[in-house]
């Protein structure tokens, strides 16, 4: 989130990355439902499917940011795979 949005916008950010997850979880209720019409097996495949597929929308859509653009005016600071921002 923090290479994505600049600060004063990362509540809103993280409030509709929490929403979606709320909501593909209140969705999954349908899951028996559809099973009652096409089978666990067929569900399964159609569940599957649509999650490939936004997979792949999210991989051709989605570009890797720059890291740390928002904090350029400080100084990072780089201890193996970590990175550390002095304010």
Do not use: H, Q
């Amino acid at each position: 989130m923090d290479d994505y949005f600049p600060i004063e916008k990362r509540t809103t950010a993280n409030s509709i990355y929490v929403f979606g997850a709320g909501l593909g979880g209140s969705f999954s209720i349908l899951t028996p439902v559809i099973i009652g019409y096409l089978g666990w097996r067929l569900t399964f495949i159609v569940i599957g499917g649509i999650g490939v597929i936004i997979g792949v929308l999210c991989l051709l859509t989605i570009k890797e940011p720059e890291r740390f653009r928002f904090y350029r005016g400080n100084s990072i600071k780089f201890v193996g795979n970590s990175a550390f921002i002095d304010n």
